[in-house]
């Protein structure tokens, strides 16, 4: 599984008209919670070949690499400070 995070070309699936859910960590960040149960129950609702967008300001390693584990691909960017972190449902190979 291939997975990319720095600011260098996107990979192959990542598609802009693919994003189907954004969300934003910085208020529950900001008021002391997680948001690792709610990007895990929205990620279940994605269909192969859609994309999660993730906003944090720090990149969430643990959570990527949760994310990884329930096997999606990550790209993320940093933009104007912030972290945009997409989470992408592969299709299965038939």
């Avoid at 934003?24 to 919670?33: S, T």
């Avoid at 192969?48 to 990527?64: K, S, V």
Wanted: charged share 15%; hydrophobic share 35%; with cysteine.
């Amino acid at each position: 599984m291939n997975s990319s995070t720095n600011n260098t070309a996107s990979p192959q699936w990542f598609h802009e008209d693919k994003i189907t859910i954004r969300f934003d960590a910085r208020p529950i960040l900001a008021g002391g919670g997680h948001p690792l149960g709610d990007v895990m129950q929205q990620l279940t609702t994605l269909t192969p070949g859609d994309i999660m967008l993730l906003i944090t300001p720090f990149q969430p390693i643990p959570l990527i690499d949760k994310v990884k584990e329930q096997g999606f691909e990550v790209y993320s960017t940093i933009s104007d400070g912030l972290n945009h972190n997409y989470f992408c449902k592969i299709p299965l190979l038939t």
